[in-house]
């Protein structure tokens, strides 16, 4: 394979998520936003295995032109075949393979050699899922890779945290590629928007051929400009019929799934913690990465609640929590978070300085009834007590812990 690129940060968050399973007879998939650095944790793994001189690579990268004639399913099964090592185990790398026209049964039958390991990345959601995932289940582990983490931020830039570090990451977001670059609005949102159109235009036009362009890039600034707000999908088309723009609420539908499968924008569902089910209709949208939609909406001083809650659940889902927003009769609760059985109730205020939001924010958490921690986030620094048990953290100290 090519030369590994040198000085690679790792990010052992997800390197010690796939160690359990190198060398099993499992798919190991990384998939997640375009240019959020699968690739180097391909590199990473490489680079980890070649500790051990003797072992053998075989590494495809479906943005290479050099690899451009596998492009069918029968085409990376021959490859792979041709070009494993005879006499001991190959681990394979295959980058970016939804590429490749019915991938999964290549992947289906590479696995019944002993002497193959399957590693791949891809960039759309819907990658193991249907039918695909009934094609390989069982056989596949998969992990998704999100924007760098603040902890990760500080080490890819070499900063210290402090209130200004935390700025920095809300305002240009985590794409690993910024530590090359100069920390400037006009250099790195130009660089993000470059990133935001390959996204749009590789991972979402070309393959679902969608015609309504401008209708596309509409509705992406629609939910830049309401992050965290509820809607329903016919709120949505009802909005953009007052701005002139008419689409049915079905393709709205369609057209946000399409930018949830490029991992533009995750979805999260209402929780009615009195009926105990997912609510139908209303769901909220937070940005994977917050400097690309800064990049294409700009960094406004009237969202900055926004952009703290979208830190706070993209912090959750890189910590492994499975994330609703709770709805406890009239009250919200921002976020619920669960993890092996366990819950963990955030609310989330730029500042809890004056009476009326302290009211709200322990207020709602007050009025759960369980006994699983309840937690306040805002930008405000406070070591202090509790809240009748209530603890209230920094955003820093949040995303430090």
Known sequence: MNKIPLNINDRTHYLDKVKPFVGKNLIKVFTGQRRVGK?????????????????????????????SFIKTAEDLHQYVLENKAENQKTYVFIDEIQDIQNFE???????????????????????LSGDIAGHLSGRFIEIVVYSLSYVEFLDFHALETSSISV????????????????????????????IYGTIVYRDII??????????????VLFLAGNIGSIFSVKKISDFLKSQQTNMPANQVQIYTH??????????????????????????????????????????????RGKIVENVVYNQLLFKGYTVVVGVLNVCEIDFIAEKNGEKHY???ALTINDTKTIEREFGNLKNIKDNYQ??????????????????TISLEHFLLS
Not at 40 to 67: G, H, P, S
Not at 107 to 125: F, V
Not at 206 to 219: G, H, I
């Open 39 to 67: 690739s180097y944790l391909l590199f990473q793994l490489i680079q980890l295995l070649q500790k051990d001189k003797t072992v053998a690579i075989l590494y495809i990268n479906k943005e290479d032109l050099a690899f």
């Open 258 to 303: 399409y930018l949830i499968s490029a991992f533009l924008v995750h979805k999260v569902a209402r929780y009615d913690m009195v009926g105990k089910r997912i609510f139908e209709i209303g769901e909220k949208y937070y940005f994977e990465n917050l400097g690309i939609r800064n990049g294409i909406w700009g960094y406004r001083v009237e969202d």
């Open 374 to 391: 309840k937690t306040v986030i805002t930008l405000d620094s406070f070591s202090g007590n509790t809240h009748e048990g209530i603890k």
């Open 206 to 219: 070309n393959r679902y051929s969608v015609r309504n362009v401008p209708f596309l890039e509409q509705l």
């Open 105 to 127: 049964s290549a992947l289906r039958s590479l696995l019944l050699y002993s002497d193959l390991d399957l590693y791949c990345t891809g960039s759309n959601a819907n990658l």
């Open 167 to 194: 700025e920095k990451y809300m305002k240009y977001g985590g794409l690993p590629y910024l530590k090359h670059l100069e920390l400037e609005d006009s250099i790195v949102f130009d660089y993000l928007k470059n």
């Open 346 to 348: 955030f609310q989330v």
